[in-house]
C-alpha cells in the first residue's frame, strides 16, 4: 500500500469557490507531511507544510487528521491562478498521484 | 544562490541505449532525491542519496542506478533503456536533516525510441 494516497481528480470549479482535497496515509507514526503545487510541465514547489497544528496561508489551509490519518488542504476564493495539480508527500518523500485542479471564470 | 540544476535538459534515446542524468544541488543540500514523472502521471520515487549513501531506493528495476558524488551532486543511470523509460526525472535536494522542503531542477526530459 503506498504511504500517501490522494483523491482522484479532476476537480472543475468556479472562481471564488471553495475547493478541498484530501489525502489519507498508512502510516500512524507520520507526522510531517507537504502539500506541493506542480503547474503544466513545471517542476513542483513547495505550497504549505503540514504538521500536528496544521498551517494556514491566506487563502490556503492546510490540516492533520490523526484519528482519520488524512491531510487535508482548503483553498478559499480559488482564483483562475490557483489552476494546477495539487501534490501531497509524507515524511518518507514517496508523492502522491496529484489532484487536478481547473478553475474556470 | 543558484537552485538545483540538471542535465541534459532534453535528449532522445534508442531502446536498448544507456543514459546518465546529472544533478547539482543547491549549496549546503547534502541529500539527493530522483523522481520518475512519465507524461501526466505523479512522481514516482526512484532514488534517495544522503551524504554519499544510497538511504532508500523505490520500486524500479536494477537498470534504475545512481551515485553521489563527494561535492554531493549526483548521477541517475539508466541501463537497456525501454520505451516506457520515457519520462521527466526530476531531481530535488533538501539540507537532509530529516522530512523537509523539497527543492526541485527542471528535469531531463527522456525519450526512448
Known amino acids: 500500500r503506498k504511504e500517501v494516497e490522494q483523491d482522484p481528480g479532476p476537480f472543475n470549479v468556479p472562481e471564488g469557490a471553495t475547493v478541498a482535497f484530501n489525502c489519507t496515509y498508512s502510516n500512524s507514526a507520520s507526522q510531517s507531511f507537504f502539500w506541493y503545487r506542480q503547474d503544466c510541465r513545471k517542476e513542483p514547489k513547495l505550497l504549505m507544510s503540514?504538521?500536528?497544528s496544521g498551517n494556514e496561508d491566506g487563502r490556503f489551509t492546510a490540516q492533520l487528521n490523526r484519528a482519520s490519518q488524512y491531510i487535508s488542504l482548503l483553498i478559499r476564493d480559488s482564483k483562475l491562478s490557483d489552476s494546477a495539480t495539487y501534490l501531497c508527500?509524507?515524511?518518507?518523500?514517496?508523492f502522491g498521484a496529484g489532484t487536478r485542479l481547473t478553475v474556470k471564470p | 544562490e543558484a537552485g538545483v540544476t540538471q542535465s541534459p535538459t532534453h535528449l532522445i534515446k534508442t531502446r536498448g541505449q544507456q543514459v546518465t542524468l546529472r544533478c547539482s544541488p543547491i549549496s549546503g543540500h547534502t541529500s539527493v532525491y530522483w523522481y520518475q514523472q512519465a507524461l501526466g502521471l505523479g512522481l514516482q520515487f526512484l532514488l534517495w542519496?544522503?551524504?554519499?549513501?544510497?538511504?532508500n531506493r523505490g520500486n524500479f528495476p536494477p537498470r534504475f542506478s545512481g551515485r553521489q558524488f563527494p561535492n554531493y551532486s549526483s548521477e541517475l543511470n539508466v541501463n537497456a533503456l525501454e520505451l516506457e523509460d520515457s519520462a521527466l526525472y526530476l531531481c530535488a535536494s533538501n539540507r537532509g536533516t530529516g522530512p523537509g522542503e523539497l527543492f526541485f531542477g527542471e528535469g531531463s526530459r527522456l525519450t526512448v525510441l
Open positions: 542519496y544522503d551524504e554519499g549513501e544510497e538511504r
Open positions: 508527500v509524507g515524511p518518507d518523500m514517496r
Open positions: 503540514v504538521y500536528s
